[in-house]
């Protein structure tokens, strides 16, 4: 199956830290990594004061279902010193959320897939769409491609 995770930093070495995740996830069982897009540099998301982001997104071919590859995120932003009982939407070390997986559409507590907002977050899309701009976002009818075009197009 494939899947495509948003990763983000804004604290500390934002690139290292990266890095240092997609290292973690690509060494995880029952996952390898196949393609990192290129990391940007992003305003933040939300009311708290902070600094600028990094974000990109990474594919991955796994075989885990959407439930324990969210376990296994979560596991690798507490080893990279993630804390989660800040503010929503407030300054982290690291940050990764499940965008898509494979063709799956999950609305459990805990899990949303695909990521709720992520048609209108420029931040995952056009990273997202540099490693799979015709790929049909589950649940709905647009390309990733799509959804950035739709995106520049109300904010001109």
Same mark, same amino acid.
Not at 1 to 25: H, K, P, Q, S, W
Not at 33 to 59: C, F, H, I, K
């Given at each position: 199956?494939?899947?495509? #995770?948003?990763?983000?930093?804004?604290?500390?070495?934002?690139?290292? *830290?990266?890095?240092?995740?997609?290292?973690?996830?690509?060494?995880?069982?029952?996952?390898?990594? *196949?393609? #990192?897009?290129?990391?940007?540099?992003?305003?933040?998301?939300?009311? #708290?004061?902070?600094?600028?982001?990094?974000?990109? #997104?990474?594919?991955?071919?796994?075989?885990?279902?959407?439930?324990?590859?969210?376990?296994?995120?979560?596991?690798?932003?507490?080893?990279?010193?993630?804390? =989660? *009982?800040?503010?929503?939407?407030?300054? =982290?070390?690291?940050?990764?959320?499940?965008?898509?997986?494979?063709?799956?559409?999950?609305?459990?507590?805990?899990?949303?897939?695909?990521?709720?907002?992520?048609?209108?977050? =420029?931040?995952?899309?056009?990273?997202?769409?540099?490693?799979?701009?015709?790929?049909?976002?589950?649940?709905?009818?647009?390309?990733?491609?799509?959804?950035?075009?739709?995106?520049?197009?109300?904010?001109?």
């Amino acid at each position: 199956m494939r899947a495509y #995770v948003g990763v983000g930093a804004n604290l500390g070495d934002r690139e290292a *830290t990266i890095g240092r995740a997609i290292d973690l996830l690509g060494t995880a069982p029952g996952i390898e990594v *196949t393609a #990192v897009s290129l990391l940007r540099e992003t305003d933040p998301w939300g009311p #708290v004061e902070q600094p600028r982001y990094l974000n990109g #997104v990474v594919e991955l071919e796994t075989r885990l279902e959407p439930r324990a590859l969210l376990a296994v995120l979560l596991s690798v932003e507490q080893a990279l010193g993630r804390d =989660r *009982t800040g503010e929503r939407w407030g300054p =982290r070390t690291i940050d990764l959320d499940l965008l898509v997986h494979d063709g799956l559409v999950v609305d459990e507590p805990g899990l949303t897939v695909p990521h709720p907002r992520l048609h209108e977050r =420029r931040f995952a899309l056009e990273p997202l769409a540099e490693l799979a701009p015709d790929l049909v976002v589950p649940g709905r009818t647009e390309t990733v491609q799509t959804l950035l075009d739709a995106l520049d197009a109300g904010s001109g």
